[in-house]
């Protein structure tokens, strides 16, 4: 059951990206939590989760934000499919690995938003709005990343832990 | 075959997700559309909490602006002062023009032309977290009669975008800062007609200008009425104007006139005219 708390989670992130991170960008560029989060337990806990998280958060942000349905889902699942598969064969509790994983994965999830957005007929500055916007978005991410992933890690091992006992004193 | 099938379940799972998302784009986009219930359930849940959230951050930012503004409020208060002698020198004016126009309306059997707007007040209650678009979404929806294609305005009247999405008690806005937003435009003073389009770094530009239009840097450009908005929205000011390279047409740069940073409270205009899209 404690498995609902990654869920809560990644709820939790989207209500405030979606109210109060318009405070903190840097450049006009906002962090993406929920692409931070999910990216990070799809690291630890392999692909199966990376599709289940990022249909959950993805969705939610698509219905509530986004006018095309499924903008966001599909970059997400993408980037933490791919984050899933590899995950096999590196260290998954290193913040330094995690900070790499981010940093790629920004700018591939930019590019496969800009990809959607060319399907879209968007007009836009190819290489402008990606020097703009992703790299800005990936260094904020990957910084972010590195100082939050150990909590993420042992979050995680919280939530993993199939022995439920009420009695026991909990580690947080 | 059947391998295949049995041993990569996970990545054809996968692979007919994305394509169902990819469908789903294609289906959704550029539409303008009742949500479906389930969508308006999530939208539900969500917008109170988004609200309560929202709020909170406007008061905290605030309160920090009021702290740095406290130095600079004696210089800004006779600022105003003055402002508001001039504003009603000019108040009186147009009250005597108003008037006169009336007159000569009457005289001539003039239709009036300029109707007046209905409007709602709703509340911002969330904007998409994404650096792409720029949408909002605010508290009012389907129940209180908001339907898509609607123009909503800020508080001071200016343009600020369309409904797009409406759900049972929630709406999306499509800001016209967005690179997907156009809408249908007259400069006030030379009425040059063009289309307003977003660049989504927060600034608008104004193209399909003749390349005889004589409209320069502070002229106030307006929705013509040639869209389904009511005319005379004001959009913003034209900042630059410069010649599309390799075409007959100019182009403007237009500065917005609603901060789109500090927006929370906005109308939403209930009439929309019939003719065009």
């Known amino acids: 059951m404690r498995k609902v708390y990654k869920y809560l989670l990644i709820v939790l992130l989207i209500v405030l990206q979606a109210t109060l991170f318009r405070f903190i960008d840097i450049f006009g560029v906002k962090p993406d939590a929920v692409f931070i989060v999910v990216l990070s337990f799809s690291l630890l806990n392999g692909s199966w989760e990376a599709i289940y998280l990022s249909l959950f958060g993805g969705l939610i942000q698509d219905i509530l934000f986004n006018n095309a349905l499924g903008v966001t889902t599909f970059s997400l699942l993408i980037v933490s499919y791919i984050t899933g598969l590899l995950s096999k064969s590196v260290f998954k509790e290193s913040s330094f690995v995690a900070f790499v994983f981010v940093f790629l994965g920004t700018l591939l999830y930019n590019l496969v938003t800009m990809f959607s957005m060319v399907l879209m007929k968007y007009e836009f500055n190819f290489l402008l709005d990606f020097m703009n916007i992703a790299m800005i978005q990936a260094v904020y991410n990957s910084v972010i990343t590195a100082f939050a992933y150990r909590y993420l890690v042992s979050f995680n091992r919280y939530v993993n832990e199939n022995k439920v006992n009420l009695f026991r004193k909990s580690k947080f | ?277």
Do not use: C, H
């Open chain 2, 1 to 277: 075959m059947p391998r295949f099938f049995r041993n990569n379940k996970q990545f054809i799972l996968f692979f007919l997700i994305a394509v169902a998302l990819i469908a789903a784009m294609a289906y959704t986009y550029g539409t303008e559309r009742y949500v479906t219930k389930v969508e308006s359930i999530v939208g539900t849940v969500f917008t109170p909490i988004q609200k309560v959230f929202y709020q909170m951050g406007e008061e905290i930012s605030d309160f920090f602006s009021s702290i740095s503004e406290i130095g600079t409020l004696r210089a800004t208060n006779e600022k105003l002062q003055k402002e508001v002698e001039k504003l009603r020198k000019e108040n009186i004016q147009l009250q005597e023009l108003m008037n006169e126009n009336k007159r000569l309306k009457e005289a001539l059997n003039f239709k009036t032309e300029n109707v007046e707007l209905d409007l709602k007040l709703a509340t911002i209650t969330g904007k998409n977290s994404g650096n792409w678009f720029n949408i909002f979404t605010i508290d009012k929806g389907k129940n209180e009669g908001i339907k898509p294609g609607m123009a909503v305005l800020d508080e001071k009247g200016n343009m600020v975008g369309q409904i797009t999405e409406v759900g049972d008690n929630w709406a999306k806005v499509l800001a016209i800062i967005d690179r997907d937003s156009s809408v249908s435009a007259v400069a006030v003073r030379t009425r040059d007609n063009g289309v307003v389009r977003g660049d989504s770094n927060g600034g608008l530009i104004m193209i399909y200008l003749p390349l005889d239009a004589e409209l320069i840097e502070g002229d106030v450009v307006t929705t013509s009425g040639m869209s389904r908005f009511p005319k005379g929205l004001i959009i913003g000011k034209v900042s630059k104007v410069t010649r599309d390279p390799g075409s007959l047409l100019k182009q403007a740069v237009i500065e917005p006139a609603a901060d789109f940073e500090r927006l929370e409270y906005v109308f939403v205009v209930t009439n929309t005219t019939n003719t065009g899209k």
